[in-house]
Structure formats: structure tokens, C-alpha cells
Antibody, heavy 123, light 109 residues
């Protein structure tokens, strides 16, 4: 059973960089066949896709966040990470990591999710 | 980019059938996936592809699609089905981006 766990600071100051790590257990990131994604949910709102990465390092980002987002992977630690720069209060949200199945061109699904971590941007 | 539109709220009587819809241009080319989210919990995948259920998802959940509209149907809704439901698909631009619907709050009466 694949499990994902987010970790990182719960409080970030405005203008700083938000950094989160997702640790994957029960499966290897480098085995291929899956993308690894970050999604966020503002308080009381819907889901927003941030981006995803393949184990090889290929990345795809939400155009609305692309200028501030970096997703990286560390296959030796079976982890992938999110960096979001120049944060404001509008970046306060629960951040989820998830595994993405994208083998078929006709569909895409997020089949395993972490429990989520609340990140608050405040001075 | 593209958008997926969902009704903000839907209600159903206990034991009855409810359909939750998701509309968007991307759905003319790609299947939707559906997620259930209960308060304070992470989303759970309930339907993907043409009409596939992950292991452990009850068979009262089913999916369908027509034109630019995807539907999630719950046949014989249970109290535990009360939750927010989100759809997602590939972005219609073909650049491997992802789009989510705004979510539907399902109330079981």
C-alpha cells in the first residue's frame, strides 16, 4: 500500500519561500509509471493543482503559479519537494501531495494522497 | 487552460439516486476522474476512466460521460456519502496540465 506524507513548516512569513517535502513509502518513485504531484486547497475552497514531476525530473506546472513554483525529486530518499516563492496570505492553504496515474492519454487520476498539511502565511 | 464547472450543492434523500455533473471543454477529449472529500480528510478517488472504481469503493458509485459533461451517479445514497465531490481531467490544451472542478457539496437528507 502506497503512503505519502507531507512535512515542512506550518508557518511561513510573507515574501519568503514555502518549502514542503513528500515522503513516499510502499513504492519506489523511481520505478516509473507515475507522476508525483502537489495540490492545494484554500480554506473552505476547492482543489487547485500546483504541478507534478516524473522521476526523471520532467515537470509540469499550473500556468497561474509557474513563475513561483519549483518541484524537485530525490529518488535516493524516495521524496519529492515543493518550493513556492514570494508567498503572500493568498498562499495560505492545505497542501497535499499525491501520486498521479497518467498512463493513458485519455485520462488522469490522483490515486493516493497524503493527509495534507496546513501552511499559513503570516508575519 | 480550461475549466470544469460543477453545481455548488446537491441534495438527495437517503436511499435515492443522485447525479453530480461536471462540465467543460476538456471532457470532449478526456475522461473525468471523481474524488470524495469528507471534512478534515484528504480526497479519495472514487471513479476514473470510462467507469472504473478503485478497490474498496462501493458499486453504488458509477461514472458516465456525454459530450462536454461527465456525471457521477450514486445509486442508493447512504448517509456516509455526504461529502464534497470533485471532478478533474487533463487540460484541453494537450500540454499535460490538470484541471479540477470547483466541487459539489452533497447533502443526504
Amino acid at each position: 500500500q502506497v503512503q505519502l506524507q507531507e512535512s515542512g513548516p506550518g508557518l511561513v512569513k510573507p515574501s519568503q519561500t514555502l518549502s514542503l517535502t513528500c515522503t513516499v513509502s510502499g513504492g519506489s518513485i523511481s520505478s516509473g509509471g507515475y507522476y508525483w504531484s502537489w495540490i492545494r486547497q484554500h480554506p473552505g475552497k476547492g482543489l487547485e493543482w500546483i504541478g507534478y514531476i516524473y522521476y526523471s525530473g520532467s515537470t509540469y506546472y499550473n500556468p497561474s503559479l509557474k513563475s513561483r513554483v519549483t518541484i524537485s525529486v530525490d529518488t535516493s530518499k524516495n521524496q519529492f519537494s515543493l518550493k513556492l516563492s514570494s508567498v503572500t496570505a493568498a498562499d495560505t492553504a492545505v497542501y497535499y501531495c499525491a501520486r498521479v496515474v497518467a498512463a493513458k492519454k485519455s485520462e488522469i487520476q490522483f490515486d493516493y494522497w497524503g493527509q495534507g498539511t496546513l501552511v499559513t502565511v503570516s508575519s | 487552460s480550461s475549466e470544469l464547472t460543477q453545481d455548488p450543492a446537491v441534495s438527495v434523500a437517503l436511499g435515492q439516486t443522485v447525479r453530480i455533473t461536471c462540465q467543460g471543454d476538456s471532457l470532449r477529449s478526456y475522461y473525468a476522474s471523481w474524488y470524495q472529500q469528507k471534512p478534515g480528510q484528504a480526497p479519495v478517488l472514487v471513479i476514473y476512466g470510462k467507469n472504473n472504481r478503485p478497490s474498496g469503493i462501493p458499486d453504488r458509485f458509477s461514472g458516465s460521460s456525454s459530450g462536454n459533461t461527465a456525471s457521477l451517479t450514486i445509486t442508493g445514497a447512504q448517509a456516509e456519502d455526504e461529502a464534497d465531490y470533485y471532478c478533474n481531467s487533463r487540460d484541453s490544451s494537450g500540454n499535460l496540465h490538470v484541471v479540477f472542478g470547483g466541487g459539489t457539496k452533497l447533502t443526504v437528507l
